[in-house]
């Protein structure tokens, strides 16, 4: 980009040099390495696309024209994987150099790290970090085609181009002109001890050697490179699928273990196929003896007519189950998802046998006041006799002592 900007100052020195594309690398250029302002500013596709839509400008509604002055049609095929090297085959010839690609980190490191341990030479590399090279870039517009799609139309469009609009062009420019020094930028990270690492490896819950699946989806490609990631704070415990989903599993099937609550699972056919062990304590039923029977056996079939007729019914009732002398809140409801049905029990025994024995105290509380009003009001009658008799008698005498009195 600054080699290419270089070329339009040194030709048209009053030109406002403006880099559009896919990357955002060269942002970072233009700040960096940009000491005689030969590119004045950097755009990409994305902010390109925001600002014309902020515009309402509609490029469909335009009229296609051709660029002012034509650039050289070997540079038509830079955006796409080995688009750098492609005309350069004469330099190979010339030099004897072998030209290779790399584009993605993964495959970049790669080859690096086989150059960096002098297992390949006599080649020249031309590496992407962007997959797919340039048109891989992050900076795209949101709503753009598939990366085979973009190489394919590129590739197109290099192929069929006029050769009278873009042809070859011969550059000559002093090689002190494209020199640059670039600095050495080394990041030195923390190495953690085999002791630490194993200690990581087992907040992971990974304790043996099969549990390291390294299966890459955290995006290091062993269990212990995420480790070693960990311990530099570069990635979370967290971030490891097997670890979540492990520990999900876990939380799952301490609840289904620990609930205070019956958990049944029944099939389709609402035969059993998982009980928990509260279910067994309070049915008194060992799972081994109970797989595969039917619900029914358990409970009865009355409660289960609604949801024979139509499984999106709920169940939420109340149920005694003499034989077993227990009393229980019975849920039951169809997971689609699962195609299984799930009983939830909750055992209410003892509160039914509170509520009977409240009850009964209420009615002994009842009948022994009824039997001291009773006894009350026999005593009060007996008094009320005994006053009377008493009054009938003072009032004979009482006449009596009147009479001689008056005689």
Known sequence: MLAHGKLIKKSNPNAF???IGPCIAKKQEAFEYNTNEVINEVLTFDEIATWLEESNIDLKNLKEENFENPTDINGASFPVKGGIFSNLKSVSDIYGYQYM??????????????????ELEGVCVELNMCEGSCIGGPAMPSNHPNCYVIEKRVRDF???KPVSLE??????????DLRRTFKEKPIFMPEPTEEEIIEILHSMGKFKDSDQLNCNTCGYKTCRDKAKAVYCNMSEITMCLPFVRKKAESIRNTIFEYTPNAILFLDPDMNIIEINPKAEEILEVNFEDVEGQNIETLVGRDILFDIRLDKSAVIHKKLCIDSKDICIIFEMSFIKEENVYMVIMSDI???EKNIKALNA???RTLDAAQEVIDKQ?????????LLGETTA??????????????D
């Open 377 to 385: 009001m026999r005593v009060a009658q007996e008094i009320a006799s």
């Open 393 to 406: 008698e003072t009032k004979i005498i009482l006449t009596r002592l009147k009479k001689i009195a008056m």
């Open 361 to 363: 105290m209420k009615e």
């Open 349 to 351: 025994t003892q509160e």
């Open 158 to 160: 290099a192929k069929n």
């Open 17 to 19: 040099t403006v880099f």
């Open 101 to 118: 690609q790399a584009d993605g980190v993964d495959a970049c490191i790669n080859i690096l790290e086989a150059l960096s341990n002098d």
């Open 167 to 176: 042809s070859p062009t011969s550059i000559t420019i002093e090689s002190s």
